[in-house]
């Protein structure tokens, strides 16, 4: 019984599989394919002119950022590289842990001794402190490094005072 119900499924497989290429000239390039080829087609042009477009938003939007930078760091004081790249994303340009009204992600830094600094900085590189950005920011600085990037931000207040009277 199995093998005769098998037989006759396969019969009604193989006979659609005529039946569709008999009457669907679409699946083998005849003429219903030029169309669905020409609808292709006109679908990449659209999805290259968005690209182009993008880009150019993309650029607008780069310069437009590049504007807002300089706009909040034109009362800041001046900080090291060091500082700019490891430590600035998350506590602010200037330490604040906000940044043009935001607050970020890092805790305000600013007013903080450099000891305090310091030992935080150690205790997160070493684990004591469990915070996985920080510690894979910092894995790779000596304790000079640790020092000097804490030395720097606990001379962040002078550093402001220094840069209003100016």
Do not use: W
Request: with cysteine; proline share 2%; net charge positive.
């Amino acid at each position: 019984m199995k093998n005769i119900i098998v037989g006759i499924l396969t019969l009604v497989i193989i006979g659609l599989m005529v039946f569709t290429f008999m009457n669907g000239p679409a699946y083998h390039g005849g003429e219903h394919g030029k169309v669905i080829k020409d609808f292709g087609d006109s679908m990449n042009n659209a999805a290259s002119t968005k690209v182009e477009e993008k880009s150019d938003r993309e650029k607008e939007d780069e310069k437009l950022n590049a504007l807002r930078e300089k706009a909040g760091n034109a009362g800041a004081f001046e900080v090291s590289q060091a500082y700019k790249s490891k430590c600035s994303s998350c506590h602010g340009v200037n330490g604040s842990g906000e940044q043009n009204g935001k607050k970020l992600m890092g805790p305000k830094l600013f007013g903080q001794s450099a000891d305090k600094l310091y030992k935080d900085l150690t205790d997160f590189k070493s684990g004591r402190k469990e915070n996985m950005i920080m510690k894979g920011l910092l894995i790779k600085l000596s304790e000079d490094d640790l020092r000097t990037l804490a030395d720097e931000i606990g001379e962040f207040p002078a550093r402001a005072k220094e840069a209003k009277n100016r």
